[in-house]
């Protein structure tokens, strides 16, 4: 089973950058069961949104058309590490963001099979 760690999150200012991080792991760690990572983040009362995807053997990222332009998903393959850099963050922005992992870059949150805990971003204006 994949385990997901996220950390990088925190308070920032309107205008400022942060840089999220997600550690992949697992004893009987699956290649296949991560071709694809992503990061959602999710508000009280609203549904989860996917913000960035990416498949593993590519460099080329998907971005929610929010955070286009501002927000970039890479990953250091070496490391087993994705890494979502915001940039021009907005009050907006404010969510837990997870990290997921999936064999395919899915849309809807509820085909994604693993999931890390989280981390909070508060950006204040």
């Known amino acids: 089973q994949v385990r997901l760690v996220e950390s990088g999150g925190g308070s920032v200012r309107a205008g400022g950058s942060l840089r999220l991080s997600c550690a992949a792991s697992?004893?009987?760690?699956?290649?296949?069961?991560?071709?694809?990572m992503a990061w959602f983040r999710q508000v009280p009362g609203k549904m989860r949104e996917r913000v960035a995807a990416?498949?593993?053997?590519?460099?080329?990222?998907f971005y929610d058309d929010s955070v286009q332009g501002r927000f970039t998903i890479s990953q250091d393959n070496a490391k087993n590490t994705v890494y979502l850099q915001m940039n021009s963050l907005k009050p907006e922005d404010t969510a837990m963001y997870y990290c997921?992992?999936?064999?395919?870059?899915?849309?809807?949150?509820?085909?994604?099979?693993?999931w890390g805990q989280g981390t909070q971003v508060t950006v204040s204006s």
């Open positions: 997921a992992a999936a064999p395919l870059c899915y849309d809807a949150p509820f085909n994604w099979d693993v």
């Open positions: 697992g004893a009987t760690y699956s290649r296949n069961s991560r071709n694809c």
């Open positions: 990416m498949y593993t053997d590519r460099a080329q990222g």
